[in-house]
């Protein structure tokens, strides 16, 4: 098992104002990550960033109020990964319920179409909309949107991602993260951005007297679609995003979900009622995206905007039986990658790129994800854009912290004009293609830059904790009040505790994981203890250093704290 360097949180200001009934622990926790009050954790909708804030967003509600008073056909230009599916469902209700009659989406097909608004999805939109409004994609798409306009079709992008040194000529274009854009929050989602041109929407046409006071639309009703995508993303959940996040996990919790998502919650084998960020990202995420990457990702819009429980089972679980097929998938090209780098020991690169001709392009993100969790290493992983593709590669890049993969990217195509054919990504993700004969110079330019870039702190996988637990305070409702607290996810992460044990006993579950006794030295108590793909055919220390999450374990409707053990050292 890989060294990992255990750090511990520290509290940003000291705990005021909680009362008694919310634990000392927690109070830390949410000291730890800057929230020093009970308004820091209030996550009522009312506190949300105004839309007016978002920079073009007065020109793309002229628009679409154009558009819905003199009944244009519109087309939602969405993305084939959960963020652009959630947000390409909200764009398509939302204006259904804002009054447009004539909406539909279209989402590309990655072996077919590329990434984004490409002049080749454009081309595909039979009859011709009058607009296109694109959803977590277009500030990249320089060639599409100038297509869409050959074709006298009026663009919106909206999107999150980072813009480029050039931008598309749109009529209107709505991203927080463009270039003196003055909205507080970056963080936003595709789906996100899109719910808020919606809210916008929803203020300008009220002010035109287009409602009466019992016919505006709640567009509150499309918080769980933002929720999963907001999460599904690894956006950072600032309490702006925490907001949004939370009030559509109560919809689901209240019975108030959409058919498709409450599907996909019982489809996972997860419980409507307790519903966790978590879930959403874990385990609703992945079957979303299953589709793009395999499939077609209008398998997963459907899903989301049906409102037939019958109908949204069967794309529930047929989105289930993709995503196992991905998961058979991704461990056989995982596997690969594994048997790759270990043979490649003399290379020891810093920034890895792997390529396979067999692997599956739309996997390669998932085994850039395992191989970085493992290597703690920037890596990109690359396979053949399709069959019919076989001279361009298209990779997926994950990263570490302190090393901006996007920019790194950008860097490399400044040092090397025309190596990379197009890029486009986030600080932590990313994807770009190229020519399969280039493959080997962009592997020594990636590692490079890498080798640059970072040094041997930034290679020492860390693993931030809260501290110890109290004896005595690994108790059900801890575990109850952490869960409630939420929701946690990127940039907020879940609490982590870290505490000396001795192990009573142990056995393995399944081939690979571990279930445990552990006894606190402390006061003699043991606790019941899991940590999954861990048995690697040794027992575990005798003594032993655990981080771990303090859980709340369901077993046949007996609910007992449980320790989710993410690491351990022998002491």
């Not at 622990?25 to 105004?50: D, H, K, M, T």
């Not at 519903?275 to 299953?290: E, K, M, V």
């Not at 995503?323 to 690169?349: G, H, K, P, W, Y």
Request: charged content about 20%.
């Amino acid at each position: 098992m890989k060294r990992v360097n255990l750090r511990r949180r520290v509290a940003q200001g000291m705990p005021d104002g909680w009362g008694l009934d919310v634990h000392p622990v927690l109070q830390q926790v949410f000291a730890a990550r800057g929230v020093l009050s009970p308004l820091g954790a209030e996550y009522r909708l009312a506190r949300l960033l105004s839309p007016q804030q978002l920079g073009g967003i007065e020109r793309a509600v002229a628009l679409l109020s154009e558009a819905i008073r003199d009944d244009w056909s519109i087309v939602i230009a969405g993305d084939y990964d959960c963020d652009g599916a959630t947000g390409t469902a909200v764009a398509v209700r939302g204006l259904r319920m804002l009054g447009a009659r004539r909406v539909d989406y279209a989402v590309p097909n990655r072996f077919v179409h590329g990434y984004g608004l490409s002049p080749a999805l454009v081309e595909s939109l039979q009859p011709t909309p009058q607009l296109i409004v694109t959803v977590d994609n277009g500030v990249a798409s320089i060639a599409g949107v100038a297509a869409a306009q050959a074709r006298g079709i009026r663009v919106i992008v909206t999107d999150h991602h980072l813009p480029g040194e050039q931008l598309p000529a749109a009529d209107a274009m709505v991203n927080p993260n463009l270039g003196g854009d003055s909205f507080p929050s970056k963080a936003l989602a595709g789906v996100g951005v899109m719910f808020y041109l919606l809210l916008a929407l929803r203020a300008s046409l009220r002010e035109q007297g287009r409602f009466t006071a019992s016919s505006e639309p709640d567009l509150s009703v499309l918080l769980d679609l933002v929720a999963v995508g907001t999460v599904a993303d690894l956006v950072p959940l600032d309490f702006n995003n925490r907001v949004l996040v939370e009030a559509g996990m109560r919809r689901v919790r209240g019975g108030r979900g959409h058919a498709g998502v409450v599907a996909l919650v019982e489809a996972s084998q997860r419980s409507v009622a307790t519903l966790c960020a978590s879930d959403l990202g874990y385990a609703i995420g992945p079957r979303l995206n299953a589709a793009g990457r395999l499939e077609d990702m209008r398998i997963g819009v459907e899903c989301l905007l049906t409102d037939d429980p019958v109908q949204a089972r069967r794309y529930a679980e047929l989105l289930s039986s993709i995503n196992q097929e991905r998961r058979e998938l991704q461990a056989a090209m995982v596997a690969e990658a594994e048997i790759m780098v270990s043979r490649a020991t003399d290379i020891d690169a810093v920034g890895v790129a792997l390529f396979e001709p067999s692997w599956h392009a739309g996997v390669v993100g998932l085994v850039a994800s395992k191989l970085k969790e493992r290597l703690h290493r920037p890596v990109i992983a690359f396979a053949p854009a399709s069959e019919e593709m076989p001279d361009e590669l298209r990779g997926s890049a994950r990263s570490i912290g302190g090393f901006h993969i996007r920019d790194a990217l950008a860097m490399i195509d400044a040092r090397h004009p025309g190596l990379i054919a197009r890029f486009g990504g986030h600080a932590m993700a990313a994807g770009l293609s190229l020519r399969t004969e280039d493959y080997p110079r962009f592997a020594a330019a990636f590692d490079a830059i890498a080798r640059e870039w970072l040094d041997d702190d930034h290679l020492q996988a860390v693993q931030h904790t809260d501290g110890e637990l109290p004896p005595g305070a690994a108790t059900l409702e801890l575990a109850r009040q952490l869960r409630a607290a939420g929701p946690w996810g990127q940039a907020f992460p879940e609490p982590v505790f870290d505490n000396l044990f001795e192990c009573a006993s142990w056995r393995v579950m399944g081939e690979r994981h571990l279930r445990l006794s552990l006894r606190d030295p402390r006061d003699g108590s043991v606790h019941d203890a899991v940590m999954f793909n861990a048995y690697e055919g040794t027992p575990p220390p005798t003594v032993l250093r655990a981080a771990y999450e303090l859980v709340i374990n369901d077993w046949q409707g007996r609910e007992s704290a449980r320790l989710l053990l993410r690491y351990i050292e022998a002491v």
